[in-house]
């Protein structure tokens, strides 16, 4: 099969539907460091990522079967899916293991790296050409994010730097997951299948990552820690990065990226309120920075986008 000619959805704007379901789904991932968060006590972060993925799976396959996709359809998709399975597993190990050594705070900035990824990669790969004040727009959101989270922070060491280097390294692959789903035949998938491959190759990676790490459980979760890893696993990534999916099907990526840089805002909003943490003037500014380069990002292009295929031999199979 030749390679994919990538449709021109670069040039293509959101909707008002499709960015106000990035706004659900930039809230819920948001929380979702919270949930993360809560459930540390009676869950260790590798083993809750194992069991996420583990009930993700099925919740998968059931929205599949539901809408009729055939998982074992031999549709071009294979090379690339166990391609984006394998970077899927690894973000989330590097992600994990990276807050080990960094922040919480400094991780949710340098993991939301991975829009500049995303851009670099559609200008280069997918066509997608952003105009200068689209570049400008992301980079008023990434430093509004900045803003927000509190960086740069006093006592920063060699170990605090490797896990921020192992939260930008998460946040590239991110962004090439993303690439990979945009550029690929796994465009053309269901996106319950397009996401299958990546949540069942996670599963091994993340339990042997658990299993060098010493991870154990060491007494019956309670009900907080389990309905907040249900919610993971059910909403998170089986309902929420299905959907996401299926926007990076049909829109820009650069541009959809860009808007994950909302998801942090949310997270503070609900340390606010969930675990009390302290909201200052600071935040306002943050998400006037945010906002302003979201409108910069999503203006109209009016240099066309250019059909490639450039991108990876996954796309011959």
């Not at 009676?42 to 993925?53: N, V």
């Not at 599949?64 to 166990?82: K, S």
Request: hydrophobic share 55%; with cysteine.
């Amino acid at each position: 099969m030749s390679p994919l000619q990538v449709t021109p959805s670069a040039g293509r704007p959101l909707s008002a539907g499709a960015i106000a379901l990035m706004l659900m789904l930039c809230f819920s991932w948001g929380f979702n460091q919270i949930a993360v968060k809560l459930a540390l006590p009676d869950i260790p972060p590798m083993l809750q990522a194992t069991i996420r993925s583990s009930v993700a799976l099925p919740t998968l396959l059931l929205m599949g079967w539901i809408r009729g996709v055939n998982f074992f359809e031999r549709d071009g998709t294979l090379a690339a899916g166990l391609s984006a399975g394998i970077l899927f597993g690894l973000e989330f190990v590097l992600i994990y293991q990276g807050l080990r050594f960094t922040s919480a705070s400094r991780a949710v900035v340098f993991l939301y790296t991975a829009p500049f990824f995303v851009a670099f990669g559609s200008h280069y790969l997918l066509g997608e050409r952003l105009g200068a004040s689209q570049w400008l727009g992301l980079a008023l959101s990434f430093a509004g994010v900045a803003l927000a989270i509190g960086v740069p922070q006093a006592n920063v060491d060699a170990h605090v730097l490797f896990g921020d280097l192992m939260l930008v390294c998460g946040g590239a692959i991110w962004g090439a997951t993303t690439l990979i789903a945009k550029g690929t035949r796994l465009r053309f998938a269901a996106p319950e299948k397009a996401l299958g491959y990546q949540v069942a190759l996670s599963i091994p990676m993340l339990a042997v990552a658990a299993l060098l790490s010493g991870e154990t459980i060491t007494r019956v979760p309670g009900p907080l820690a389990m309905s907040l890893v249900v919610y993971q696993a059910i909403w998170v990534v089986g309902i929420t990065f299905t959907l996401w999916f299926s926007l990076v099907q049909t829109y820009s990526a650069s541009k959809l990226s860009a808007f994950t840089f909302i998801a942090p805002l949310f997270g503070v909003i609900a340390s606010y309120f969930i675990m009390h943490d302290a909201l200052t003037p600071v935040f306002g500014a943050a998400a006037l920075l945010v906002i302003a380069g979201l409108f910069l990002v999503n203006r109209p292009n009016q240099t066309k986008p250019v059909a490639t295929d450039r991108l990876l031999n996954v796309t011959k199979t």
